[in-house]
């Protein structure tokens, strides 16, 4: 094993001497002596040594305490004085060199082996301390987390990189200050200051945690949401000497669950409004059927009653008090998606200049209406009487939010959807759009008013002021529309409802021409044989009778394998079938496909209270089959078989 190397410094050769005689003997290699400082630095550097025995009093440019001190920084070799004086101005200047020993001359050998011995300890535990407190301070400044201690009194002593980072204090700056100085918290909602969690540490010997609604102030007066722990150092005997504060920055955790908590908020906006729109379809469907049979009924009676029957204005009275019942039920229908649409390549500029007039006339002379249309608009494809009710409705709307008058503005623009531009809304995608903006100078709606604001019969107005449709009506017609409506609103601050069409692709965007309707001429009455299709009983009597009364030879069916045995059984030509849409056992569109090759002369016509997503996408609103609309009047069933007959 090699032995311990002593440099030996000491202007006195023979002290020297003595001291290396002495080092041999007790087995340590000794080194020097060297006499000069200026020698024993460079002397150190050369021969490595593992320890120096240093006379404080030295010839020359450097003394002692000067030469220990560039030992111990530049080669980390522990210096043990050697000194015939032991006073306190002596010890308080070699304090200054850090030395790992101090023996006063003279000593004897058993001084001078305990104290090299305890000197090299002393050095070897420093180092593993140092490098113990480097491996800390890299895990410190490598964590995610900010960390920042104190002493017992609360003032700073560490911070790792990132606490300065989030408090935007630099470590030297803060060392030395009070935390409450750099650790400035208040609560986000009441915005009044937060007891330090150091100073509960103290009070309470024990871990504490700031409450979820915390925010830092920085030094920039920034605001960063955090959470933390803090918790006491203990010495050996239990008592508090520091505290250590751990603490992250967790806004952008906050902003997305914020962002989650609203797509869930979204997804089951979405759900609830599905569900109400199955049921309204499903309600719509079946009062329509029983619209149709009172309504035509009606009419059937009092064509035959004389103009002064007592009883015919009652009757009248019955048969309008369905048509209401059918425009409320049309209503539901556009809510629950489940209306027919006729879309039309369409330039919304025109739409809303030819409502202009009538909007103005409607809303009243005390609310101004204010128009600012994109003269490069795209072109969209939709229905132009639904997105014409949507505008209506949107205008009373807007009317009705401004009792004392106001301003009413409708915008268009082109607008391209892509990355930050989509917000939070995930029902709109990346693509182009064309929107259209109705705001008003209205009294606004709060956040709870506006999570119902699309439900069907919801209403903010007095009782008999409106039936909470309206705007059912609009969210129905967009999203059938392939589109997307907003609402922007703030209680006093007025509101915004911003449509989103899809743009209509180059191919399409050609403005269709409208389609002239030349009125017949002649009565709606025939002798053709007709297939009627119906499996509500009241529906198929009333349809047969009014039928039959124009002329026709009319087949019953109440569903569609009856159907399609009576075409398979019946000998004669059947030149047209009337069928419902939505029946038990077989759809009336399976039907059709089922008796298309067995009959390919006989003309369809399509007639239900709704029809189903996939029939509009796939049936009538694609190869332009012919469809009635329950409920309908006598001379609509007339007009529409003589035109579908007759086409």
């Known amino acids: 094993m090699q032995s311990t190397k002593v440099l030996i410094v000491e202007d006195e050769v ?47 440019d450097i003394d002692g305490i000067t030469a220990a001190r560039r030992i111990h920084d530049r080669l980390d070799i522990p210096v043990v004085f050697l000194t015939a004086y032991s006073d306190e101005g002596t010890l308080q200047q070699a304090k200054h060199a850090e030395p790992a020993g101090y023996l006063v001359k003279p000593f004897n050998e058993r001084e001078l082996h305990a104290t090299i011995e305890m000197a090299l300890y ?75 969690p150091v100073s509960k540490v103290l009070r309470n010997n024990e871990t504490v945690h700031l409450s979820n609604h915390a925010v830092l102030i920085s030094k920039d007066r920034g605001e960063i949401a955090i959470e933390d722990s803090a918790a006491p150092i203990k010495d050996d005997n239990g008592n508090v000497s520091g505290v250590v504060l751990v603490f992250r920055d967790v806004t952008e955790r906050h902003r997305v669950e914020e962002a989650l908590r609203q797509a869930e908020d979204r997804l089951r906006q979405s759900q609830k409004m599905e569900a109400i729109g199955r049921l309204a379809g499903g309600v719509a469907h079946d009062f329509n059927n029983l619209l149709t049979a009172i309504i035509g009924h009606s009419q059937l009676v009092t064509r035959k009653m004389s103009p002064d029957d007592p009883m015919r204005n009652s009757i009248i009275e019955i048969e309008k008090a369905g048509q209401r019942a059918a425009s409320l039920t049309a209503q539901l229908l556009a809510f629950s998606r489940k209306q027919i649409l006729r879309p039309k390549v369409l330039d919304l500029n025109a739409v809303v200049t030819e409502l202009e007039i009538m909007l103005r006339r409607l809303i009243g002379e005390d609310i101004a209406v204010q128009t600012r249309l994109s003269p490069l608009l795209g072109l969209v494809k939709a229905d132009p009487g639904q997105i014409e009710q949507v505008i209506m409705n949107l205008a009373i709307n807007a009317r009705d939010a401004m009792p004392a008058g106001g301003v009413i503005s409708i915008e268009t623009a082109n607008e391209s959807l892509e990355g930050p531009e989509l917000g939070e809304d995930p029902e709109l995608h990346a693509g182009e759009y064309v929107t259209l903006a109705i705001t008003d ?34 969210y129905g017609i967009v999203d059938q529309s392939g589109g997307q409506i907003t609402v922007d609103s703030e209680p006093g601050r007025g509101t915004t409802f911003k449509i989103y069409l899809p743009r209509a692709v180059e191919h399409d965007a050609q403005l269709d021409e409208p389609v002239a309707i030349v009125p017949s001429a002649s009565p709606a009455q025939g002798k053709e044989t007709i297939l009627l299709v119906e499996d509500e009983e009241a529906v ?85 089959a012919a469809f009635l609309q329950k409920p309908f009047t006598l001379d609509a069933l007339g007009l529409k078989v003589r035109e579908v007959l007759d086409s």
């Open 540 to 624: 198929r009597t009333l349809t047969r009778r009014i039928l039959e009364q124009s002329g026709y030879c009319v087949l019953e069916a109440k569903h569609g394998p009856e159907a399609l045995l009576l075409c398979a059984q019946y000998e004669g030509a059947i030149h047209l079938m009337i069928t419902d849409v939505v029946m038990p056992e077989m759809s009336g569109r399976q039907l059709t496909e089922r008796v298309a090759p067995t009959r390919p002369d006989m003309k369809i016509l399509l007639m239900s209270g709704y029809t189903e997503d996939t029939m509009v996408r796939h049936g009538i609103a694609c190869d332009g």
């Open 14 to 60: 023979i002290v020297g001497m003595d001291i290396q005689c002495r080092l041999k003997k007790i087995g340590y290699t000794a080194v020097g002596p060297v006499v000069t400082g200026e020698d024993a630095v460079a002397r150190a550097e050369r021969e490595v040594a593992d320890l120096v025995l240093m006379d404080i009093n030295l010839p020359g």
């Open 122 to 196: 002393k050095h070897t535990m420093d180092k593993k301390l140092r490098e113990v407190e480097r491996r800390l301070a890299t895990t410190l400044a490598s964590i995610g987390d900010a960390v920042i201690a104190t002493d017992a009194a609360g003032v700073v002593n560490f911070m790792n990189p990132v606490a300065e980072s989030v408090t935007r204090w630099p470590a030297n700056q803060a060392a030395g200050m009070p935390l409450s100085e750099v650790f400035n918290i208040i609560d986000s909602d009441s915005r009044e200051h937060l007891e330090n």
């Open 441 to 474: 100078t209205g009294r606004g709606m709060d956040q709870e008013t506006q999570a119902r604001l699309f439900e069907p019969f919801f209403t903010t107005k007095a009782q008999g002021k409106g039936t909470g449709l309206g705007l059912a009506t609009v």
